[in-house]
């Protein structure tokens, strides 16, 4: 059940990130949006980390699935955005989004990587699972049979980073 949740959300995810890069009233709609409320991609940013990093901790201490090497270090960066976030907006402190983003860009890179070792065992790669019992090309999860665990953080990844970058552009406009 958790995994038709999670995947419905990264599949809706998905939607909303195409509508937006597909449909240029959507984006100057959002683009408004984010220069008339300056602290919204802040809290959007805190929302999507700490829905990552809850549904990762679920996953690992309620269900039980032990994270593979490469899921340790997406967790690695996406950890720390939930605090960085939270302290940004706190003090509303922009800044905080330009940390977060290079935080979300390595941890887009890393997951990128996994989900290449899940579905593409044959590139030669390998996260190098020594000391880890879980192997980095198993599918824990599989909802729809496309979204996978790395593709949700993924999913999150870029999202963050489009969020931060949306930002940066609301913030020169509204300057000029």
């Given at each position: ?59 690992s ?53 996994h ?44 999202a ?14 509204s300057?000029?």
């Amino acid at each position: 059940m958790t995994d038709v949740i999670f995947g419905s959300g990264t599949i809706i995810l998905w939607f909303l990130l195409a509508v937006f890069f597909l449909v240029p009233r959507v984006r100057s709609h959002v683009k408004k949006l984010f220069i008339s409320n300056k602290i919204l991609a802040s809290r959007l940013v805190l929302i999507l980390a700490l829905i990552a990093m809850l549904g990762s901790l679920w996953y690992s201490d309620v269900v039980g699935f032990e994270p593979c090497r490469l899921c340790w270090y997406q967790r690695i960066f996406m950890y720390p955005i939930v605090l960085i976030s939270f302290i940004g907006l706190v003090y509303d402190d922009l800044r905080s989004l330009i940390y977060v983003r290079v935080l979300a860009i390595v941890g887009l890179v890393i997951s990128l990587f996994h989900i290449i070792e899940q579905r593409v065992p044959q590139a030669g790669l390998s996260c190098g699972s020594v000391g880890q019992a879980a192997r980095c090309d198993s599918l824990w999860v599989n909802a729809f049979n496309i979204v996978t665990i790395p593709t949700m953080a993924f999913t999150i990844f870029l999202a963050i980073i489009i969020i931060t970058l949306i930002q940066g552009w609301s913030a020169k406009d509204s300057i000029k």
